[in-house]
């Protein structure tokens, strides 16, 4: 039963990392990920044999647009934890466009991180990317205006939200004016506390209370260490390649992140409780820049919009499913999945206790401390209430909907 529950990306490995990249030097890594991500367990002729058509499919007339898609840690073997959608639309726009446009992806932070991403698209290094939108607020301020404490309080109300003709006005026109950058599609989690091996022999965490006090590395967003400092969770930046190890000694307590992420960065082995706190926004968002947008024809436009709505629809089902038969997000975990491997307990708080947590951080029950980055958030909107609209169209979709049954929307024709 265990072996049959394994997910593809754990039982790909028959090819080494040193003969992948040899395809992929012969064949493009665009086309030997496509391959690799179809194939799910392949040997090496067989990735060969894939990549090789692929190239050919894709090379077989110029482009007129030539794309580099930088993807922070994303390789072949993660994007089938984590439902990102970067290959998805790859394979989808040039489809789509005939070849007109064509992306190269360059992921395994070859050519950008979680943290600079976004900057090397707005200086035109690369022409889009896909990393966190709370990693890359450090570059794109705005993209805080996700990141207000229990906003969404559901994975279905991040996604009825990305769907909504107000996204338009209320993320998107602000990013591509304030940022140059076009906001394409998202991965929809909510971000708890991941317990580093301290934690191992500790009882499952149940109440907020016993989080209070814990030391707790934190991502790039500003708005989340304001709901850190608010329930006591002494958020430190601490760069990621030291993370691993801090969880590991109990340096830290814990990382503030999303169950995927755990799953997808090679976490797991240092993860003991996956606390289910769902404070604040889990985006794995992909942009593009602006300036490389406008400068392609209407019809070209189009075909953009449309790849990102259907990589919008498709990641919205693949990834409610990966966290169930992957990532292993559940109670109890599945077996064979990634939890279960690792021994790590969800620790699934009670809606009690989130409320409990939501009264205490949330701009609605303690306004003073969001005060001064609601006020900026608003100006740059354009005067828009952005907490209040978005917590409005958050709850506009009875609490127990799944999210798997949110109803795509084209919202820029909306």
Known sequence: MEKQRNSSAQKQNTVSRRDFFRIA???????????????????????????????????????????????????????????????????????????????????????????????????????????STQNSAGGAPYLNVLDYAYMFPTRASQYHFLYHKDSQKLLRDPLRTKHGLQFLFSHCELRGLQMGLGWADKPLITSIEQLRGTKNRVTGTQLGRIAMQLLELNPVPIAWSETLDGLKQGLIDGAETWAGAVAYANMSPVISQSVDLRFFCGTEATMMSASMFDSFSGELQDAVMESSYLTQVKIQAAQEAALVNTVGATTPSLPGTLFDKHNIRMAALSDAERAKAERICAPEFNPEPWAKWRDRLDKWSGGQDTYGSIHRIARELPRDMLAENVEPQRWWKS
Do not use: W
Request: glycine share 8%; hydrophobic share 40%.
């Open 25 to 131: 030097s012969a064949y493009g890594m665009s086309s030997t990920m496509l391959a690799a991500t179809a194939l799910g367990s392949f040997s090496l002729p067989q990735l060969a044999q894939a990549a090789d058509a692929n190239s050919k499919r894709r090379f077989k007339k110029p482009a007129k647009h030539t794309l580099t898609f930088g993807a922070s840690g994303f390789n072949e073997r993660n994007l089938l934890i984590e439902r990102a959608g970067c290959l998805d639309f790859l394979k989808d726009i040039e489809d789509r466009t005939d070849g007109e446009i064509r992306v190269e992806f360059v992921g395994d932070n070859q050519i950008c991180g979680q943290l600079n991403c976004v900057k090397k698209t707005q200086q035109g290094i690369v022409d889009m990317f896909t990393a």
